[in-house]
């Protein structure tokens, strides 16, 4: 009875292993035109496998802002070098620099099936 038991856990866990299950893996960017990511010695996921999330790719945010800038000397003519602020207000696109560089090491999700990879985050190297 205890050998019947031990082959259904077999062949469970083999079904199980064989539908590859998101898993959480590291890897190292090697390329980022085209990326290219190394798992291990053996694996390198190219670029049509893999999907970004904002935590690592460049993207712009609207943001309001509202005050003043600095004292500062400059301009043209008479007043040119007496100090001056000038308003900075309203609704203002800034660019978020999250994008990989060859080095950073990666923290995916692979995707159910085990062909597709989601990066979710990073850590900046250097």
Do not use: C
């Not at 043209?76 to 609704?91: L, M, P, Q, W």
């Not at 159910?112 to 990879?117: A, S, V």
Request: hydrophobic fraction near 40%; avoid cysteine; proline fraction near 1%.
């Amino acid at each position: 009875m205890e050998d019947i038991l031990k082959e259904i856990q077999k062949l469970v866990l083999g079904v199980i292993n064989a539908q590859k299950l998101s898993t959480v893996i590291y890897g190292t960017v090697l390329s980022v035109s085209p990326l290219e990511i190394q798992v291990d010695q053996k694996l390198t996921l190219k670029e049509e496998q893999l999907k970004l999330t904002r935590a690592v790719m460049d993207y712009e945010v609207d943001m309001t802002v509202d005050h003043v800038t600095e004292n500062r000397a400059g301009g043209s003519g008479e007043a040119s070098f007496e100090a001056h602020n000038h308003d900075y207000k309203g609704r203002k696109k800034f660019l978020i620099h999250n994008g990989l560089i060859a080095g950073d090491r990666v923290t995916m999700i692979r995707a159910h099936g085990g062909q597709q990879f989601l990066i979710i985050d990073k850590e900046v190297v250097g």
